[in-house]
């Protein structure tokens, strides 16, 4: 329970770099990225909308923050990666594309952020083997390939002036995490040593018998 308390936390704290970072943005150079992107990425149109699936890459576990994202960079052709802190408009830069992809028939794959699901992490099309990957606060990955800067569409003076508030907010976001974290890792080890105490207690022939007889009343 503390450790999704200090995760709350550190979302509440999220908001407020994320407002921050927002006011810095140029939103009409973001909505030029979008078209540029469009034009560069769906070059073709099928006749039906195209399907949707949504995952998760990245995880907050008791092992710390896990991701599979190199290993899914890995096996795309075209990458696009997308480097920002919060509030930078990724997610909705990478909505838009996975929309008209989907409008122009292709089958896209959303994969949310495991600390706020509603933002988009990456967008894969895997039918023309493209993807379009962000590097954040929580993933913290570095790619071998091409990347855009989102403080590029940024007034830099605004992001200069509130450089101490950003600065204090990350800080507590990162120290914030690191405690969830730990809290997890803690409850997983007590978990773990609680379950010596029933393994050796379990007649584990029984239940194979229930679940041997549950499955022939399913098929």
């Not at 979008?34 to 399907?51: A, R, V």
């Not at 896990?66 to 920002?84: F, Q, T, V």
């Not at 403080?151 to 200069?160: M, P, V």
Request: glycine share 6%.
């Amino acid at each position: 329970n503390r450790a999704y308390r200090l995760f709350a936390s550190a979302r509440k704290i999220h908001e407020d770099w994320a407002s921050i970072n927002s006011s810095a943005i140029n939103i009409n150079k973001v909505y030029l990225l979008i078209d540029e992107l469009k034009k560069n990425i769906l070059t073709s149109k099928h006749k039906d909308f195209g399907l949707e699936r949504h995952l998760f890459s990245t995880a907050l576990t008791p092992d710390g923050i896990l991701s599979y994202n190199k290993e899914l960079a890995n096996e795309i052709e075209h990458l696009y990666i997308i480097k920002g802190g919060p509030g930078l408009k990724k997610t909705q830069i990478l909505k838009a594309i996975g929309h008209e992809a989907q409008r122009q028939g292709y089958f896209v794959e959303y994969f949310h952020d495991p600390l706020i699901p509603d933002r988009i992490e990456n967008v894969l099309i895997p039918d023309i083997s493209t993807g379009l990957f962000t590097t954040n606060e929580i993933s913290r990955i570095n790619y071998n390939s091409n990347v855009l800067d989102m403080k590029s569409f940024c007034d830099l003076k605004i992001l200069n002036d509130n450089s101490q508030k950003i600065l204090f907010d990350k800080r507590h976001f990162d120290i914030l995490i690191n405690e969830g974290l730990s809290c997890i890792t803690t409850a997983h080890e007590i978990h773990d040593k609680l379950e010596t105490y029933y393994i050796g207690s379990m007649d584990f022939s029984k239940v194979d018998f229930v679940t041997s007889g549950f499955a022939k009343e399913l098929f």
